[in-house]
């Protein structure tokens, strides 16, 4: 499988420039430049930074300088600290994972189509040129159905980059909010610089136990890692739905590191086949999990990306439920930061 060269260990830094309240002050104020300082003494490799529409389009979609700097900024950041960065368009006019977010209709509308490759016809002559960047077309497709659409979105603004920006890697997710099970769907690659994207919180039950956003979970739910298999599934059920049971083996055992090597393998396959680098855009444990459990998760999954070389970004470094450097995680975060 094709090396992710110097995108190995990173982090997101979410809620920055995406799924917030896009005020001036959140921009300034939210994550700033020490944050890149810390993350690159803690010795990981690269910063992803979600952003959205509105961070760099006018209300008639013409497109704001400032927004824009705030970008090229970042990048620069990186690079004086010796950082790569992904630079991903987490919400496209038309299109956001969130469906809180009230954005829809991408997929059937040529006018919004254009403008998502119109902004990647401007990140690609304003940052093309940087040598410690990748692009990440679009987060976490959701639906299925939109997967022959999507490979064929995904194409044409590959080809819009490829006008100004020849090399640069762009990394791309398949449906089901970037599911490892949707890369053997996705396209074959354009170039030799194209990166298969997945996202992992398997299992889910555990990850976002009492997550205030998933539907039928009660908020007051929790669970241990160590629990057996069929608490899992029964839990699963119950609190998640029956689209979100994974194969979990045996009922009298529980979770280690196999579970995630056989839920990694046909991604892993294709990749291999298709030599193309595999990426995990985003992984993590929400910030209700007991902290040791949390340990324990992101000990087993990442074995796995360290034994067939994944790189991934853990989600994420402050707030929005997952944040790393808050006060839930003081006692284990330097136990969590050798694991990544």
Same mark, same amino acid.
């Given at each position: 499988?094709?090396?992710?060269?110097?995108?190995?260990?990173? @982090?997101?830094?979410?809620?920055?420039?995406?799924?917030?309240?896009?005020?001036?002050?959140?921009?300034?104020?939210?994550?700033?430049?020490?944050?890149?300082?810390?993350?690159?003494?803690?010795?990981?490799?690269?910063?992803?930074?979600?952003?959205?529409?509105?961070?760099?389009?006018?209300?008639?979609?013409?497109?704001?300088?400032?927004?824009?700097?705030?970008?090229?900024?970042?990048?620069?950041?990186?690079?004086?600290?010796?950082?790569?960065?992904?630079?991903?368009?987490?919400?496209? @006019?038309?299109?956001?994972?969130?469906?809180?977010?009230?954005?829809?209709?991408?997929?059937?509308? /040529?006018?919004?189509?254009?403008?998502?490759?119109?902004?990647?016809?401007?990140? *690609?002559?304003?940052?093309?040129?940087?040598?410690?960047?990748?692009?990440?077309?679009?987060?976490?497709?959701?639906?299925?159905?939109?997967?022959?659409?999507?490979?064929?979105?995904?194409?044409?603004?590959?080809?819009?980059?490829?006008?100004?920006?020849?090399?640069?890697?762009?990394? +791309?997710?398949?449906?089901?909010?970037?599911?490892?099970?949707?890369?053997?769907?996705? /396209?074959?690659?354009?170039?030799?610089?194209?990166?298969?994207?997945?996202?992992?919180?398997?299992?889910? @039950?555990?990850?976002?136990?009492?997550?205030?956003?998933?539907?039928?979970?009660?908020?007051?739910?929790?669970?241990?890692?160590?629990?057996?298999?069929? /608490?899992?599934?029964?839990?699963?059920?119950?609190?998640?739905?029956?689209?979100?049971?994974?194969?979990?083996?045996?009922?009298?055992?529980?979770?280690?590191?196999?579970?995630?090597?056989?839920?990694?393998?046909?991604?892993?396959?294709?990749?291999?086949?298709?030599?193309?680098?595999?990426?995990?855009?985003?992984?993590? +444990?929400?910030?209700? *999990?007991?902290?040791?459990?949390?340990?324990?998760?992101?000990?087993? @999954?990442?074995?796995?990306?360290?034994?067939?070389?994944?790189?991934?970004?853990?989600?994420?470094?402050?707030?929005?439920?997952?944040?790393?450097?808050?006060?839930?995680?003081?006692?284990?975060?330097?136990?969590?930061?050798?694991?990544?």
């Amino acid at each position: 499988m094709k090396d992710f060269k110097g995108y190995k260990r990173g @982090i997101n830094f979410g809620g920055w420039f995406s799924q917030c309240d896009n005020s001036e002050k959140r921009y300034d104020y939210f994550i700033k430049k020490e944050d890149f300082r810390r993350v690159a003494r803690w010795g990981l490799d690269h910063v992803r930074i979600p952003v959205d529409y509105n961070l760099i389009l006018n209300d008639d979609y013409s497109f704001k300088e400032k927004g824009l700097k705030r970008i090229d900024d970042c990048i620069s950041y990186a690079k004086e600290y010796g950082l790569n960065m992904v630079l991903d368009l987490h919400k496209t @006019i038309g299109f956001s994972f969130d469906d809180g977010e009230n954005e829809c209709g991408f997929f059937d509308n /040529e006018k919004y189509q254009q403008i998502f490759y119109d902004i990647w016809d401007e990140f *690609a002559k304003r940052f093309g040129h940087y040598d410690n960047l990748a692009f990440e077309l679009l987060n976490e497709v959701t639906d299925k159905k939109y997967k022959d659409k999507w490979n064929e979105i995904s194409r044409k603004a590959i080809e819009t980059i490829r006008v100004h920006a020849k090399d640069i890697r762009i990394i +791309v997710g398949g449906y089901h909010n970037n599911s490892v099970t949707a890369i053997r769907d996705l /396209e074959l690659p354009y170039d030799e610089n194209i990166v298969y994207n997945f996202h992992c919180y398997s299992p889910l @039950i555990f990850t976002h136990q009492g997550a205030y956003w998933i539907k039928q979970m009660d908020t007051s739910f929790r669970m241990a890692f160590d629990a057996r298999n069929e /608490e899992y599934e029964k839990n699963t059920r119950k609190y998640i739905g029956m689209d979100f049971l994974d194969s979990f083996g045996k009922a009298d055992e529980g979770i280690d590191a196999s579970y995630f090597e056989n839920l990694f393998m046909d991604a892993i396959q294709i990749s291999k086949e298709r030599d193309v680098p595999l990426y995990c855009g985003e992984y993590g +444990v929400i910030d209700l *999990a007991a902290p040791i459990d949390t340990v324990k998760w992101f000990a087993c @999954i990442n074995a796995i990306f360290k034994k067939y070389d994944i790189g991934r970004a853990v989600w994420s470094y402050k707030e929005m439920d997952f944040g790393l450097i808050d006060a839930h995680y003081d006692d284990v975060r330097s136990d969590i930061i050798d694991l990544l």
